[in-house]
């Protein structure tokens, strides 16, 4: 496996491109160059237009339920969550920058005024080491936000220590599906764009196997067209290169009893 830049830097660069994000509530991630293939668009009860699947819809989640977003953003797939747990429910969402907490907490206060619902929360922090207790939580959700942590295996263990016995994780995220030119991986705009951090696909399923997970099922898999790109300033140019050199997958794993 390829080494990760610097942590430091890694987290610098993507906590500024979100950061920035946060402020002009449009989208980074999930242009074309994600393979996601929506245009930007204001946020929405935290949609910032950021993700590349839909993690909530394949996590089984039931009233009650405890759940965590790692790399929650403005807060989009916790409140889609929080109405599926209802209020004996709770949904956390977890991240490093605070422009996006900020946001999200606003997102959250017209989120309880729409539904009287008052069952989310936000903490700062990094997924790669959570603020959160030992077996805390039923399912921990993530959307296209993995692929930027510069300790990936570190994030799957973390995951696994907060999931209770029995419990789910259900994440989307890009993978690759064949190596990058070095001057792509080399590119902080792509690692933003969730490409040039990505792993292999081999070595991403791997590492969720090795933090102590049953065999992972993947339940989404879309291929990266170069034609995602037109009209793309971050990837339009890289766009041959590129061609089905990722994918965005969604994958459930659960935690033994």
Known sequence: MAKSKPDSKVRAQVREAYGNVAKKQSSCCCGPSSGCGSAPRPATEGDLGLSCGDPVTFSRLKP??????LGCGAGKDVFLAARQVGP???????DMTPE?????RRNAEKFKAATGLDNVEFRKGTIEALPLDDASVDVVISN???????DKPRVFREAFRVLRPGGLLVVSDIVLQKPLPAKLKADKELYAACIAGALPRGDYLAAVRA???????ILSDRL???TSAQGDPIAAGSAEALEGAAASITLLAGKPR
Do not use: H
């Open 64 to 69: 009650g339920d405890a759940v965590l977003d």
């Open 144 to 150: 296209c936000v993995i692929n930027l942590s510069p």
């Open 88 to 94: 004996a429910g709770r949904v956390i969402g977890v």
């Open 211 to 217: 933090a102590g997970f049953q065999e992972p099922e």
């Open 224 to 226: 990266y067209r170069a």
């Open 100 to 104: 996006m907490l900020a946001l999200a």
